[in-house]
């Protein structure tokens, strides 16, 4: 289908939605697996399966109703006590019968919220068994397009119908549902066949040949149509028109032109080309007999119902428009109605890869060279420089369209987006590009695919594992990222907007509210996009517990409900870490309430030369509960620093195992892994180190690289000087079996005394409600002193420590070692340093993909090779049935020479 909306880009207005706001919304509207949950929910169950549909329809135009009778039969895939499918309008009667012809009990609901019906069978639908229903339903009204129709049935104005208008229907997204009980789920592909009874006036066209057309009265005809092929509903098509049509025939399809003003000869030409060129090019030619091109009043540019395209018959627009339409649902007939995406999250590789196809075709066929394929080696490399990025980020634009549209995704994202993707697919493919579309075409003839299944059967395809990476990393950002869903945003005044998700399924819609935040400290407002909900909050009181709100830092670590470590992919994305060379990870690791986010805002800040104002970047807050979860990072990326904030560590309400399962995690990713301690490391302390080596085996001889204990709000510095040299004289003073255990793990350690950060910080932080500080040594009345004394030793625990940190190689390849990692921990309730760091090390990993790799193509070659001797087992087969066949036949003709000598002895006699 070709939408005719045009969608106006506003990604500018994303610069005003906070990152805080946008996950809040991402988690309501994206996908954050292939199909979300909410989809999932609208979908039909795939326990049984539609066959073969009988239709009889009794349309009346004047009357404007439609009644009918559809006969289903159905097959049961697993065993289920519940059928359900879609109708919208009126049950007059259900039967149901088993493949003996047997009545079955039943009872039926109607859900009209959801279109759907759903049967309960007391005997239940067993597996491998034939069932029946059949149903009369009724339908009172039938739309005009000028009053608000255009899905389903509906009718338009026609100067040249004898009854002044015409008939057709527009079933694709959901729409089927409208005129007959039917499966309306792209899952399902089945038989047709269909007879309508409609004005004698007019003629009945479909997806097929008609068979016959009978008289049934004085006014009505009733026309039966050859069976289809295996089709889902959105692509079954029939309409009421004048016999007035143009034919002309091409390899063996007539193809016939209804309602036009106008055939002219160049569009005749290029419906030629077309299909000669998609017959050679996929070596398959469309198994139907005749074609019809129905130019009508539509709602989109046009449609590819199976045999009848419709076109929108609009005047004005020029004549490569018409033949871009027209050579678009062409290309369907092949990609998409052959073989048809399984869901309507899929279906941006059914239109993006027919429009690219279409430019292809038009450009040979127009010479047109200022398109996009005539360019040189440089379009490719732009293309995939900026791919990721664009196709990760979500997708907002205003709605213009003045008609309601179950489209998943927007015009721009399915045809812009999907075509470029396909245009970057063939880069990487390379010349088997059109060969591989062909096999797959031919593997799923008349069958349904998800997008994974064609990435993969592209990927491989590709002979270069870089390429092949490539492919996946890009069905990643299509099927993964919030922009897969289209996001509508309308502005309702300067104050207000609105965002709504449209999709095939369901419609979702929020109000939101500017309001403008500021940090406490004063240096920096921002403008936020909130929800009703979180508007509730006041951002600006000194009361509330968002003191430092997040701008920078994204979640990638979360811990579930199983005390499992879940990796979160989208937001790790964001953080753009692949492109650099020599990153160096931190992180902090400690007990909660003890200002770990708080330090980590201001090594970023350090680590920035202090720009901007970096004590909004890890969200952090006054009060007994901490608000960081799991793992949050933020890239310094001009220094090649990712900074890490964990969850504060042996809560009460936590187990022990997560603490112990993020120190692994840190330890082992980490260049440098800073322990967070208050005051001093007592006994106490040091028995949570315990439980790290509990769960490290601590036999392995392996060590991590750094550590650094540092110690904040030191109070005795008469007796140890703040720094690094009083740090190391504290720790060399401690004499402990588990401490040394401990620091026996890693090759470099260290210890760091660091003053109190003043009373009045605190004060402006609204952090002195919870802190209880008897005295600190210099305190002022003012606390600048204080405050000047600890910006000394973060200066110096910098430059002492930080800067000495040694690198962690290619950013590359951090996303799959923070995998690896995890998949090591979450699998085993003891590891070893040694599993650890090989999990880490980017050379196994990339063996490891390598071989993976191998191990796919060679299970690829050997389905193909397996196809192939099955094939050529079955020819074997066909050979031995025909010499057999043949010796029979001889056999007989010996029988009959015979018989024929002993007949023509006994005329002789006679």
């Known amino acids: 289908m070709l939408n005719a909306s045009i969608l106006l880009n506003v990604t500018a207005l994303g610069s005003f939605i906070s990152m805080a706001t946008y996950n809040n919304i991402s988690a309501k509207f994206s996908n954050s697996n292939t199909i979300s949950k909410e989809v999932l929910k609208w979908e039909l169950p795939r326990n049984l399966y539609p066959q073969i549909y009988d239709i009889y329809l009794e349309i009346d135009l004047e009357e404007r109703h439609i009644s009918g009778v559809v006969n289903i039969t159905i097959e049961c895939k697993t065993n289920t006590s519940e059928m359900v499918f879609h109708f919208s309008h009126k049950i007059l009667n259900i039967t149901l019968l088993n493949e003996s012809n047997n009545y079955e009990s039943f009872v039926y609901t109607l859900d009209k919220a959801k279109q759907v019906i759903k049967v309960y069978n007391k005997n239940g639908f ?42 057709i229907t527009q079933f694709e997204t959901t729409h089927a549902r409208e005129v007959f009980p039917c499966f309306d789920d792209p899952y399902f592909r089945s038989i047709f066949k269909l007879k309508i009874r409609h004005t004698n006036k007019l003629s009945a066209i479909s997806f097929s040949k008609a068979k016959s057309t009978r008289i049934n009265n004085e006014l009505f005809n ?40 106008e055939l002219n000869s160049f569009l005749k030409k290029v419906t030629k080309h077309t299909i000669k060129y998609l017959i050679n090019l996929f070596n398959m030619s469309l198994p139907i007999k005749q074609l019809n091109i129905v130019h009508c009043s539509l709602i989109y540019n046009g449609m590819e119902n199976f045999g009848m395209i419709t076109l929108r018959d609009s005047q004005g627009i020029n004549k490569t428009v018409k033949a871009s339409t027209m050579v678009h649902e062409l290309v369907h007939h092949w990609w998409s109605n052959i073989a048809s995406h399984q869901r309507w999250i899929d279906l941006w590789t059914n239109e993006g890869f027919t429009e690219h196809l279409t430019k292809i075709i038009l450009e ?141 399924v369901n419609s979702v819609e929020i109000k939101l509210t500017k309001i403008s935040v500021s940090c406490h400290d004063g240096t920096d407002s921002r403008d936020y996009w909130l929800t009703e909900q979180q508007q509730r909050i006041d951002y600006n009181s000194k009361e509330n517990s968002f003191a430092i709100m997040a701008k920078y830092a994204e979640e990638i670590i979360r811990v579930d409900n199983y005390n499992r470590l879940d990796f979160v992919k989208k937001n790790f994305d964001s953080l753009d870490i692949e492109s650099l060379n020599n990153l160096k990870i931190i992180t902090i690791f400690g007990k909660a309430r003890t200002g770990k986010s708080y330090f980590m805002n201001i090594l970023k800040m350090k680590l920035e030369n202090n720009a901007g104002n970096s004590l909004c970047t890890f969200e952090s807050q006054g009060g007994r509960k901490g608000v960081t979860r799991g793992l949050w990072a933020c890239l310094c990326k001009h220094s090649s620093f990712l900074l890490c904030d964990t969850e504060g560590a042996f809560e009460l309400e936590k187990k022990n195992e997560v603490s112990a399962k993020l120190l692994a995690l840190s330890a082992t990713l980490s260049n440098c892994l800073i322990i967070n301690i208050d005051k001093e490391l007592n006994s106490h302390e040091i028995s949570h180190l315990k439980v790290f080596l509990d769960h490290v085996d601590y036999r392995d001889s392996r060590k991590f690289d750094e550590v650094i204990i540092l110690i904040r709000n030191w109070p005795y510095a008469n007796d140890l000087e703040y720094g690094l040299s009083g740090g190391m004289k504290y720790l060399n003073s401690i004499n402990d079996g588990t401490l040394t255990a401990f620091l026996k793990k890693f090759y470099k350690t260290q210890c760091f005394l660091l003053p109190h950060i003043g009373l009045n910080q605190l004060e402006n932080m609204n952090y002195s409600r919870f802190y209880k500080v008897e005295s600190v040594e210099g305190q002022d009345n003012n606390g600048e002193l204080v405050r000047k004394v600890f910006d000394k030793y973060c200066e110096e ?114």
């Not at 996946?472 to 299509?478: A, L, R, T």
Request: glycine share 4%; with cysteine.
């Open 222 to 261: 009733i026309t039966e149509f050859e069976d289809s092929v295996q089709l889902p509903t959105y692509l079954v098509g029939f309409g009421l028109l004048p016999n007035i049509s143009r034919s002309f025939h091409v390899n063996g399809i007539d193809v016939y032109v209804w309602h036009s003003h």
């Open 126 to 167: 067993w597996i491998g068994k034939t069932y029946y229903v059949e149903i009369h339903f009724h339908r009172e009204t039938i739309e005009k397009f000028e009053e608000g129709g255009g899905t389903g049935l509906y009718t338009f104005t026609d100067d040249t119908s004898p009854i002044g208008e015409s008939a």
């Open 797 to 910: 625990f910098f430059e002492s420590v930080i800067k000495n940190i040694r690198s962690s190689g290619e950013g590359r390849f951090v996303k799959k070692r923070f995998e690896s990692v995890i998949d090591v921990i979450n699998k085993n309730k003891k590891v070893t340093i040694f599993d650890l760091q090989r999990a880490n090390d980017p050379i196994f990993l990339i063996n490891e993909e390598h071989k993976k790799a191998m191990d796919d193509r060679k299970k690829y070659y050997k389905n193909e090779l397996e196809a192939k001797c099955e094939e050529q087992k079955r020819e074997i087969a066909l050979m031995k049935y025909y010499e057999n066949s043949l010796e029979e036949l001889s056999q007989m003709n010996i029988k009959l020479k015979s018989e024929c000598e002993k007949l023509e002895m006994s005329l002789r006699k006679i």
């Open 364 to 504: 040979q066929y127009l010479r047109n060279r200022s398109t996009p394929f005539s360019d040189s080696r440089k379009y490719f490399l732009d293309l995939e420089n900026n791919m990721f990025k664009s196709f990760s980020s979500p997708k907002l634009s205003y709605d213009n369209r003045n008609r309601n549209s179950a489209f998943p995704y927007d015009a721009e994202h399915l045809y812009g987006k999907g075509s470029n993707t396909a245009l970057y697919f063939q880069y990487l493919v390379g010349d088997n590009f059109f060969v591989c579309w062909q096999k797959f075409i031919q593997k799923y003839y008349f069958k349904t695919y998800t997008t994974e299944q064609f990435i993969k059967f592209l990927s491989n395809c590709s002979s270069d594992l870089k390429n092949r990476k490539k492919i996946y990393q890009s069905m990643h950002n299509w099927s993964n990222s919030p922009g897969v869903t289209v996001l509508i945003v309308r502005r309702l005044d300067n104050e207000t907007m609105e965002i709504q998700q449209k999709n095939s």
